[in-house]
């Protein structure tokens, strides 16, 4: 079944869009304070199609995204208490625990990490917030953490290029279906070991 090389088809069409660093953009805030989606889901198909541009995307990506982080601290600085019983529902509260116990660690590395990896970035910025982190070392922290990470991805297409969009034309059916399947396998296997 092709079901990703037409999404990932669609993905390269938006990314020409003439209004897409407008969507990169609000995709970057949305998901460093509320949104589930992360950027790189356009950013990589964005500097694929346009290699030129691609640092210009990765800057576009990180100055959004670190403001939305600046909102996900401030939701977490004057609303906790608003979103808190949402936050404890939802699959987030564990990495949310986390956050804290990170932040009591590690400080500023807490966001820095988080910035850079797949952890759930806005998770922290709520925390951080939370947690009256201050303002200045976790600007910083966004900054450095999420560029490394955008411009690290935005790099690696631009540098792939037209090859590295053919590459992943002929395979994103067969790259899509096997992260469905490590997905399930992983969830399952959690679950296995969490009844024992």
């Given at each position: 079944?092709?079901?990703?090389?037409s999404?990932?088809?669609?993905?390269m069409?938006?990314?020409?869009?003439?209004?897409?660093?407008?969507y990169?953009?609000?995709?970057?805030?949305?998901?460093?304070?509320?949104?589930?989606?992360?950027p790189?889901?356009?950013?990589?198909?964005?500097?694929l199609?346009?290699?030129r541009?691609?640092?210009?995307?990765?800057?576009?990506?990180?100055?959004?995204?670190?403001?939305?982080?600046?909102?996900g601290?401030a939701?977490?600085?004057?609303?906790?208490?608003?979103?808190?019983?949402?936050?404890?529902?939802?699959?987030?509260?564990?990495?949310?625990?986390?956050?804290?116990a990170?932040?009591?660690?590690?400080g500023?590395w807490?966001?820095?990490i988080?910035?850079?990896?797949?952890?759930?970035?806005?998770?922290?910025?709520?925390a951080?917030?939370?947690?009256?982190?201050?303002l200045?070392?976790?600007?910083?922290?966004?900054?450095?953490?999420?560029?490394?990470?955008f411009?690290l991805?935005?790099?690696?297409?631009?540098?792939g290029?037209?090859?590295?969009e053919?590459?992943?034309?002929r395979?994103?059916?067969?790259?899509?279906?096997?992260?469905?399947?490590?997905?399930?396998?992983g969830?399952?296997?959690?679950q296995?070991?969490?009844?024992?």
């Amino acid at each position: 079944m092709r079901l990703f090389s037409s999404l990932y088809a669609r993905a390269m069409q938006w990314s020409r869009h003439r209004h897409a660093p407008w969507y990169l953009g609000g995709l970057s805030f949305a998901e460093s304070s509320f949104f589930p989606i992360p950027p790189d889901v356009m950013l990589a198909p964005m500097s694929l199609a346009n290699p030129r541009r691609a640092w210009y995307f990765a800057l576009i990506t990180t100055l959004a995204s670190v403001a939305g982080g600046l909102f996900g601290y401030a939701i977490g600085y004057f609303a906790f208490d608003a979103i808190e019983p949402w936050l404890r529902e939802s699959n987030y509260w564990p990495t949310y625990q986390k956050a804290v116990a990170w932040f009591g660690e590690w400080g500023f590395w807490a966001i820095f990490i988080a910035g850079f990896s797949p952890i759930p970035y806005k998770v922290f910025t709520i925390a951080a917030g939370a947690l009256s982190m201050a303002l200045l070392p976790f600007t910083v922290a966004s900054v450095i953490g999420r560029g490394a990470r955008f411009f690290l991805v935005a790099g690696l297409m631009a540098w792939g290029g037209a090859r590295m969009e053919a590459m992943l034309a002929r395979y994103v059916d067969r790259l899509g279906w096997a992260t469905v399947a490590a997905v399930v396998g992983g969830v399952l296997l959690y679950q296995g070991f969490g009844a024992h």
